[in-house]
């Protein structure tokens, strides 16, 4: 039976990319997870190739939008509260692909969470060929909506309600350089890995 993760526990981590529309105005955010704390049974089908094609457990938020502040060398961005959720794939049809957003949020949704205030990330200026080095943010999500899923083979039940029941706080970290974006829609693409530890409740909660 799932228990509560201890606050300020490892939560989970995950990698992903942030996607910048075409336009400029929206961004969003999508990937996989390399591990979830208190779930038990491999994340990806092949666990000796772990991967976005082998992934079992994703996840992909809502387009956000982001007030932009500039100081010196410094560029922090503002994202206003939104959503994500996260999704189960089948053994038999795990795997997404960077290429195809959509691929991402194509399974059986088990859980979103609402970042519950405004997100601040810093980029700091680099060499003039990437003109970024490091990117840095944090927020807090609660979740607000979940369902039990069947996650192994020997028919355990799992509820991130009972997992995480207050929600997370997430450290995330994005590389120097953008990657190629996909044909369509988006403008350009930045990898990320985050890390996220578990809420506590309320005193008496």
Same mark, same amino acid.
């Given at each position: 039976?799932?228990?509560? #993760?201890?606050?300020?526990?490892?939560?989970?981590?995950?990698?992903?990319? !942030?996607?910048?529309? =075409?336009?400029?105005?929206?961004?969003?955010?999508?990937?996989?997870?390399?591990?979830?704390e208190?779930?038990?049974g491999?994340?990806?089908?092949?666990?000796? =190739?772990?991967?976005?094609?082998?992934?079992?457990?994703?996840?992909?938020?809502?387009?956000?939008?982001?007030?932009?502040?500039?100081?010196?060398?410094? =560029?922090?961005?503002?994202?206003?509260?939104?959503?994500?959720?996260l999704?189960?794939?089948?053994?038999?049809?795990?795997?997404a =692909?960077f290429?195809?957003?959509?691929? !991402?949020?194509?399974?059986?949704?088990?859980?979103?969470?609402?970042?519950?205030? &405004? &997100?601040?990330?810093?980029?700091?200026?680099?060499?003039?060929?990437?003109?970024?080095?490091?990117?840095?943010n944090? !927020?807090?999500?609660?979740?607000?909506?979940?369902t039990?899923?069947?996650?192994?083979?020997?028919?355990?039940?799992?509820?991130?309600?009972? #997992?995480?029941?207050?929600?997370?706080?997430?450290?995330?970290?994005?590389?120097?350089?953008?990657?190629?974006?996909?044909?369509?829609g988006?403008?350009?693409?930045?990898?990320?890995?985050?890390?996220?530890?578990?809420?506590?409740?309320?005193?008496?909660?």
């Open positions: 039976m799932m228990t509560p #993760l201890l606050p300020a526990s490892v939560a989970w981590y995950v990698t992903g990319r !942030f996607y910048l529309s =075409s336009d400029g105005k929206t961004s969003q955010d999508m990937g996989y997870f390399l591990h979830l208190g779930l038990d491999p994340l990806f089908t092949d666990p000796k =190739s772990p991967s976005e094609t082998t992934a079992r457990l994703t996840f992909r938020s809502e387009p956000f939008t982001a007030t932009q502040v500039t100081n010196g060398t410094l =560029s922090v961005g503002l994202d206003v509260v939104g959503d994500f959720s999704y189960l794939k089948s053994a038999k049809h795990a795997g =692909s290429e195809n957003p959509d691929s !991402f949020s194509d399974g059986h949704r088990i859980a979103t969470f609402r970042r519950v205030s &405004v &997100v601040a990330g810093g980029a700091f200026a680099g060499p003039a060929a990437t003109h970024r080095a490091l990117s840095l944090v !927020f807090t999500a609660r979740l607000v909506w979940s039990e899923f069947d996650f192994d083979f020997d028919g355990q039940r799992c509820d991130l309600a009972r #997992l995480l029941p207050h929600g997370i706080t997430q450290w995330g970290e994005a590389g120097p350089m953008a990657v190629t974006p996909p044909p369509r988006f403008a350009s693409v930045l990898p990320f890995l985050g890390s996220a530890v578990a809420v506590g409740g309320a005193p008496g909660r």
